[in-house]
């Protein structure tokens, strides 16, 4: 079960009982911006400071190295992350 560890020093389980990492994020009720919640639009684009994730569909928003986007991706590994 990888851990998400956020700039503020909130830490997540994530235990795949959501879908995503935007999901998981909302449940905890951490405040993160976006519109479409399937890659298209960007607005959720975080950045990734360690640790590595997949994306469940690609994404077709432009993602800079260093950055994803929670709202179509999971972890593979414990992440460190930043939400604008």
Avoid: W
Avoid at 4 to 18: E, M, P, R
Avoid at 58 to 79: N, Q, Y
């Amino acid at each position: 079960m990888p851990s998400v560890k956020l700039s503020n020093g909130v830490v997540i389980n994530f235990d795949g009982s959501a879908q995503t990492l935007l999901e998981a994020l909302e449940r905890k009720k951490l405040e993160v911006n976006f519109h479409c919640r399937e890659g298209y639009c960007g607005a959720c684009r975080c950045k990734l400071v360690s640790g590595e994730v997949n994306y469940i569909n690609e994404p077709l928003a432009f993602v800079r190295k260093g950055e994803f986007l929670p709202c179509c991706s999971v972890p593979v590994t414990d992440i460190e992350i930043e939400i604008p």
